[in-house]
């Protein structure tokens, strides 16, 4: 995954939700230092301030925690790491099936896309 921040929405929303991809797919594990502020906000070209922002936004949401000069920590509740992955799956599930039916698909026919799609088969 890169870092591949856009304009068209808020940046410290980007990387927040970049990060939370990152936690919830394994890459920075339960009870896992994450790089400092300044690392991570030199590798998304970004100012520490803004990459603070979007770690407010991760630990508001309890997937982090700081631990006072020994830096920022995954939580270690698999719990909360599962809920989180479950509401990204659901969201972008939402997402494509709203998207199927403006393009004017029914369930049926996004099934059976989704069905060849699966076994291989050229759509």
Request: net charge neutral; glycine share 6%; charged share 25%.
């Amino acid at each position: 995954m890169s870092w591949n921040l856009k304009t068209d929405r808020p940046i410290y929303l980007q990387l927040s939700n970049y990060l939370r991809l990152k936690i919830v797919s394994g890459c920075y594990p339960p009870g896992s230092k994450l790089p400092s502020v300044r690392e991570l906000a030199a590798k998304a070209s970004v100012s520490p301030n803004t990459m603070m922002k979007a770690l407010d936004e991760l630990e508001a949401e309890g997937l982090i925690h700081p631990m006072n000069t020994r830096g920022i920590f995954i939580t270690e509740d698999m719990e909360k790491i599962k809920k989180e992955k479950d509401t990204i799956v659901v969201h972008h599930i939402q997402e494509f099936f709203h998207t199927m039916e403006s393009i004017g698909l029914s369930q049926t026919e996004t099934f059976h896309f989704i069905e060849k799609f699966i076994k291989g088969g050229n759509l």
